[in-house]
């Protein structure tokens, strides 16, 4: 199979939102609106389009999305990014398409600046990507998950040293 990776462009959003909403049809823990959150997310200032990505084998097969977010803690904040979702079309799942996705947005965002990623995921999946336990930095959700499943991951060492609080999601997630 042969897997190109790039940024989503325009054209490509309704095909985009049906890949995802597909990828999440038949997912126990999911709401069925991953597909809304991503529109929501690109009409809204946390979008940031170099980092909302697609996996093509032929036609799109994947999106990965990684959005802006900070890390409140008093009157001072942190800058970081949300990935999510993450979508593969469910006949492409379990080929290592997701963790392409993951890898490129990961790569993509330490070009660009950003310190850290903050994900709520499957506590055996995302640790394989050097994700850890956001408690470990002090770092909260905004709501209530279980500690293994609320993630963070340094995409420079010790850039999270000083950080701790709580997350805050852009109000287009609770929408």
Same mark, same amino acid.
């Given at each position: 199979?042969?897997?190109?990776?790039?940024?989503?462009?325009?054209?490509?959003?309704?095909?985009?939102?049906?890949?995802? $909403?597909?990828?999440?049809?038949?997912?126990?823990?999911?709401?069925?609106?991953?597909?809304?959150?991503?529109?929501?997310?690109?009409?809204?200032?946390?979008? *940031?389009?170099?980092?909302?990505? =697609?996996?093509?084998?032929?036609?799109?097969?994947?999106?990965?999305? &990684?959005?802006?977010?900070?890390?409140?803690?008093?009157?001072?904040?942190?800058?970081? &990014?949300?990935?999510?979702?993450?979508?593969? &079309?469910?006949?492409?799942?379990?080929?290592?398409?997701?963790?392409? &996705? *993951?890898?490129?947005?990961?790569? !993509?965002?330490?070009?660009?600046?950003?310190?850290?990623? =903050?994900?709520?995921?499957?506590?055996?999946?995302?640790? $394989?990507?050097?994700? !850890?336990?956001?408690?470990?930095?002090?770092?909260?959700?905004?709501?209530?998950?279980?500690?293994?499943?609320?993630?963070?991951?340094?995409?420079? $060492?010790?850039?999270?040293?000083?950080?701790?609080?709580?997350?805050?999601?852009?109000?287009?997630?609770?929408?």
């Amino acid at each position: 199979m042969n897997i190109t990776i790039r940024q989503e462009l325009p054209e490509d959003y309704k095909i985009t939102e049906r890949v995802v $909403k597909s990828a999440f049809a038949n997912m126990e823990f999911s709401d069925k609106t991953e597909h809304e959150l991503v529109s929501r997310i690109r009409k809204s200032d946390a979008f *940031i389009p170099k980092l909302s990505l =697609v996996a093509i084998n032929k036609e799109i097969v994947g999106h990965i999305l &990684l959005s802006k977010i900070k890390i409140l803690n008093d009157n001072q904040f942190a800058e970081s &990014l949300a990935l999510a979702p993450v979508s593969v &079309l469910p006949e492409y799942q379990n080929k290592g398409i997701g963790r392409l &996705l *993951i890898l490129e947005a990961l790569k !993509k965002a330490k070009e660009l600046g950003y310190n850290s990623v =903050v994900v709520m995921g499957h506590p055996e999946y995302y640790p $394989k990507f050097g994700f !850890k336990k956001a408690s470990l930095w002090g770092i909260k959700a905004p709501f209530e998950v279980p500690e293994e499943a609320f993630m963070v991951l340094e995409l420079r $060492k010790n850039t999270l040293n000083n950080v701790s609080g709580v997350v805050e999601y852009p109000s287009v997630f609770f929408e």
